[in-house]
């Protein structure tokens, strides 16, 4: 029965259409098959590898939060028929993702630097402003910061051309939602003078006052906090309590989601 299909089928019909599709849910539901399953070495391996391939697969966004979990808890201390090298490499993805998973709290960014829209428009008339990386006003904590409805955070690299364009679409839809409650932060992730000074180039070519821009030229771990392997661009929505709702979503899509909501 193992070998067939029947076993897995019916496993993960419960899975995926019996229990409540709620990532909580699921991976309570999880621990106690698999817990159940470690009598039996074969099954164990067999229930393991079928749900955790069937989630770290998925397209649906929360599912990240289960094969988190799996791999944390499940794969990693367990899986001893997986090669060490997978084995470090899901150890990282784990350790990259844990912190910005759907339904957490976002993590701190220190030293956020936010500069002025009087900034912008000087530094394009002044060298040494446009290159002073020693200036804005410093934030240690964005979260206590907020006091909007939702806020977007936006992590961009001057030189990629999809955040720039991304970037021109999610000014376009601030536009449109900032008076349903929507506050944007962008974060520039260069830090260097150089980077900088193209910075201000794209804000003020751009237009892009009203909103947050922003960027943390004297630290990289928000890199490791918000992007990880993932890259540029990348999105998070975030709640009035600065909880992450949804992340790696388009422009585009903020409309339908907020009003949704």
């Keep these: 029965m193992l070998r067939t299909q029947f076993y897995d089928d019916k496993v993960m019909?419960?899975?995926?259409?019996?229990?409540?599709?709620?990532?909580?849910?699921?991976?309570?539901e999880v621990d106690k098959i698999l817990a159940k399953a470690q009598a039996n070495d074969e099954i164990f391996r067999c229930i393991l590898i079928s749900v955790f391939n069937h989630f770290v697969s998925s397209k649906v966004i929360v599912h990240e939060n289960v094969w988190v979990h799996l791999a944390d808890k499940w794969y990693i201390?367990?899986?001893?028929?997986?090669?060490?090298?997978?084995?470090?490499?899901?150890?990282?993805?784990?350790?990259?993702?844990?912190?910005?998973?759907?339904?957490?709290?976002?993590?701190?960014?220190?030293k956020l630097m936010v500069l002025s829209p009087e900034h912008f428009k000087a530094a394009a008339l002044d060298t040494a402003i446009k290159?002073?990386?020693?200036?804005?006003?410093?934030?240690?904590?964005?979260?206590?910061e907020l006091k909007s409805k939702y806020t977007v955070l936006y992590?961009?690299?001057?030189?990629?051309?999809?955040?720039?364009q991304g970037i021109q679409e999610l000014y376009?839809?601030?536009?449109?939602?900032?008076?349903?409650?929507l506050q944007v932060i962008t974060v520039q992730?260069?830090?260097?003078?150089?980077?900088?000074?193209?910075?201000?180039?794209?804000?003020n070519e751009y237009n892009m006052f009203g909103w947050i821009n922003a960027w943390a030229p004297y630290t990289w771990e928000?890199?490791?906090?918000?992007?990880?392997?993932?890259g540029v661009p990348r999105m998070?929505?975030?709640?009035e309590n600065s909880m992450i709702i949804l992340k790696d979503i388009v422009p585009e899509q903020l409309k339908d989601i907020i009003a949704q909501r």
């Design 189 to 203: 992730i260069v830090n260097t003078r150089e980077a900088k000074g193209k910075w201000i180039e794209l804000v």
């Design 13 to 28: 019909d419960f899975i995926t259409r019996v229990i409540p599709q709620h990532p909580d849910t699921i991976c309570a």
């Design 131 to 144: 290159f002073d990386v020693h200036v804005g006003k410093e934030i240690q904590d964005f979260r206590k």
């Design 77 to 110: 201390p367990f899986a001893k028929w997986s090669g060490d090298d997978y084995i470090e490499k899901l150890r990282k993805e784990v350790t990259d993702r844990k912190p910005n998973l759907i339904g957490n709290f976002a993590p701190p960014i220190e």
């Design 222 to 230: 928000h890199r490791e906090l918000y992007i990880g392997a993932k």
């Design 172 to 181: 376009q839809a601030w536009e449109e939602l900032k008076d349903d409650g």
């Design 236 to 239: 998070y929505l975030l709640d």
């Design 155 to 164: 992590f961009w690299d001057y030189s990629c051309s999809h955040c720039k």
